[in-house]
């Protein structure tokens, strides 16, 4: 029977005194994240990949964050079933024994789209979700549709409800899988009810209502 792991995600964790700021534990997890949603090709997705990428983007040396990729691939992402080994390159030097076995290289689980779906680093959005519902069971195929239209309207609001629902399963307040949300009416904040209710009421407006309250709107956001 396999253990259940203690691991725990960490893409939501923001310092004590800071708020708004993100841990580096928690920008690490999100970059790994992104960059297996990206169609990085397999050497980009290995270990030393994902190190030499982000390292990149911070311009530091790979080797100084190495390690913190190796536990967050092998000691969180890995044993929550976010990711998983897709397969192995094959080495030219060094070990024998380990250019037998080569090197692993990763992907997200349908779990680890789900949770790149909450984040705003991926930019391929429309993909992740096609990609998602592409492995959805009957039971979530019921928000295909609309989460679709909703993608199209407005992209910032379907990514917040991935956002509250992830950062829900984060706080331990819900499952995961199978997508259900349903369970955002009682883990989600007040703002998804607050735009419901501006939503139900710009229905109701005049025509010309609808106009002065786009208007002003737009000059405010």
């Known amino acids: 029977m396999k253990k259940k792991s203690n691991a725990q995600l960490s893409i939501f964790n923001t310092f004590k005194t800071k708020d708004e700021e993100l841990t580096g534990e928690a920008n690490r997890q999100r970059l790994i994240i992104a960059i297996l949603a ?3 090709n ?9 190190s030499q990428k982000i390292a990149k983007r911070h311009g530091i040396a790979w ?6 990729i190796f536990r967050d691939l092998d000691e969180i992402l ?5 990711v998983e080994e897709q397969g192995r390159l094959p080495l030219q030097r060094g070990p024998k024994a380990l250019q037998e076995k080569g090197i692993p290289f990763y992907h997200l689980t349908k779990k680890g789209v789900l949770i790149a779906l909450s984040i705003s680093e991926p930019d391929n959005r429309e993909n992740l979700l096609a990609k998602f519902f592409a492995q959805a069971e009957s ?8 989460i679709s239209i909703l993608q199209k309207m407005s992209p910032s609001f379907t990514h917040s409800i991935f956002q509250k629902y ?6 331990n307040k819900i499952e995961l899988l199978p997508l259900d949300l349903s369970k955002l009416k009682d883990a989600s904040d007040k703002s998804l009810i607050i735009q419901k209710e501006i939503l139900e009421s710009f229905l109701r ?9 786009t208007n002003f709107l737009t000059k405010i956001a």
Do not use: H, W
Not at 139 to 146: F, P, R, S, W
């Open 139 to 146: 039971e979530e195929k019921e928000y295909e549709k609309m």
């Open 78 to 82: 890995i044993p929550i079933g976010i």
């Open 205 to 213: 407006l005049s025509s010309q209502e609808k106009q002065d309250i």
């Open 166 to 171: 992830v950062k829900a399963f984060c706080d």
């Open 38 to 40: 990206s169609n990085a």
């Open 63 to 68: 080797k100084n964050i190495y390690s913190g």
């Open 42 to 50: 397999p050497a980009e997705r290995t270990r030393t990949g994902l």
